[in-house]
C-alpha cells in the first residue's frame, strides 16, 4: 500500500529548519510550489505516525491511505496558521519545526477516526439502551420528557 509513497518520501527527504521556515513563508505568501513541496517533504512523517499510532496492521493497511488523505487540508490549514514569530514566554524567538506543530493532530486523527469507528460498531451491534440515551439526551436538553 505505501509502495506508491515510498519513492515521494525518497525524493522529498526532511530538511533544516532554516529551509522549512523559508519554504512555510513563501508557501504563506501564495506561492504553490513552495506549499506543495512542504507537504511532500512531511508526507514521510504522517506515514511515520500512523504506523506508530495504528498497533492493527489490518487497519493500517485498510484505513492507512485515508487516514493519509485527511491529513493533508490539515497540514494545509497548519501551513496557514503556523506563526513565523514566534516567541516563547520570556520574548524570545523560538523557531519550532513544522513536524513539532502538526504531530499532535496528525496523530489525534488517527485516534479520532478509529474511535468513532469502535462506537459505530458497538453500537451496531449491541441493543439500544433506553436510559442511557435519556441521558444523553438529556444532557443536551434534547429530551422531551426532561422540560
Same mark, same amino acid.
Given at each position: 500500500?505505501?509502495?506508491?509513497?515510498?519513492?515521494?518520501?525518497?525524493?522529498?527527504?526532511?530538511?533544516?529548519?532554516?529551509?522549512?521556515?523559508?519554504?512555510?513563508?513563501?508557501?504563506?505568501?501564495?506561492?504553490?510550489?513552495?506549499?506543495?513541496?512542504?507537504?511532500?517533504?512531511?508526507?514521510?512523517?504522517?506515514?511515520?505516525?500512523? *504506523? =506508530?499510532?495504528?498497533? !492493527?496492521?489490518?487497519?493500517? +493497511? #485498510?484505513?492507512? %491511505?485515508?487516514?493519509?488523505?485527511?491529513?493533508?487540508? $490539515?497540514?494545509?490549514?497548519?501551513?496557514?496558521?503556523?506563526?513565523?514569530?514566534?516567541?516563547?514566554?520570556?520574548?524570545?524567538?523560538?523557531?519550532?519545526?513544522?513536524?513539532?506543530?502538526?504531530?499532535?493532530?496528525?496523530?489525534?486523527?488517527?485516534? *479520532? =477516526?478509529?474511535?468513532? !469507528?469502535?462506537?459505530?460498531? +458497538? #453500537?451496531?451491534? %449491541?441493543?439500544?439502551?433506553?436510559?442511557?440515551?435519556? $441521558?444523553?439526551?438529556?444532557?443536551?436538553?434534547?429530551?422531551?420528557?426532561?422540560?
Amino acid at each position: 500500500m505505501w509502495d506508491a509513497y515510498q519513492e515521494v518520501v525518497r525524493k522529498y527527504s526532511p530538511i533544516s529548519l532554516q529551509a522549512e521556515r523559508k519554504l512555510i513563508a513563501l508557501a504563506q505568501e501564495g506561492h504553490q510550489d513552495s506549499r506543495d513541496e512542504l507537504l511532500l517533504r512531511h508526507v514521510g512523517f504522517v506515514i511515520f505516525r500512523l *504506523h =506508530r499510532k495504528v498497533f !492493527r496492521r489490518e487497519h493500517l +493497511r #485498510r484505513y492507512g %491511505e485515508d487516514l493519509l488523505s485527511e491529513t493533508i487540508p $490539515l497540514m494545509l490549514g497548519k501551513i496557514d496558521s503556523y506563526d513565523l514569530a514566534y516567541r516563547d514566554q520570556s520574548g524570545r524567538p523560538k523557531p519550532v519545526r513544522f513536524v513539532s506543530y502538526i504531530w499532535k493532530d496528525t496523530r489525534g486523527r488517527a485516534h *479520532h =477516526r478509529f474511535a468513532e !469507528r469502535a462506537i459505530t460498531r +458497538r #453500537r451496531e451491534r %449491541e441493543p439500544p439502551r433506553r436510559g442511557l440515551d435519556r $441521558l444523553a439526551l438529556k444532557r443536551f436538553r434534547l429530551d422531551p420528557f426532561s422540560r
